[in-house]
């Protein structure tokens, strides 16, 4: 069963650069690929980035592209986004999830969630 924690947030400043870390500590059955969502205060959780088991393919918000980077590190069973020149918009609980299904963007394709790690950009 996947079993999924997110790292790595906390208060950063307007344009600075924060790196998430996914980590599954359970025991892998099959492949799957891992998305990143996140919900701001007042607001609907949504889709930030996805990327699949072999780390060939990527998908991203048109809000975060060119900004953030989602990478996969097999070995450790870790997925990192990396956001850079980040804004108070981006303030939310980030989370990421794992699915077996394509839609990626959808919240509801997905069966694993892990509990949320804060992320705060100040002006």
């Known amino acids: 069963q996947v079993r999924l924690a997110e790292s790595g947030g906390g208060l950063v400043q307007a344009g600075g650069s924060l790196r998430l870390s996914c980590v599954d500590s359970?025991?892998?059955?099959?492949?799957?690929?891992t998305g990143w969502f996140r919900r701001a205060p007042g607001k609907e959780r949504e889709f930030v980035a996805a990327?699949?088991?072999?780390?060939?393919?990527?998908d991203y918000a048109n809000s975060v592209r060119g900004r953030f980077t989602i990478s996969r590190d097999t070995a450790k069973n870790t997925v990192y986004l990396q956001m850079n020149s980040l804004k108070p918009e981006d303030t939310a609980v980030y989370y990421c999830?794992?699915?077996?299904?394509?839609?990626?963007?959808?919240?509801?394709?997905?069966?694993?969630w892990g509990q949320g790690t804060q992320v705060t950009v100040s002006s």
């Open positions: 999830a794992a699915t077996t299904r394509s839609s990626w963007y959808r919240m509801d394709q997905y069966a694993y």
């Open positions: 359970g025991r892998v059955v099959r492949p799957y690929t």
């Open positions: 990327i699949n088991w072999s780390g060939t393919d990527t």
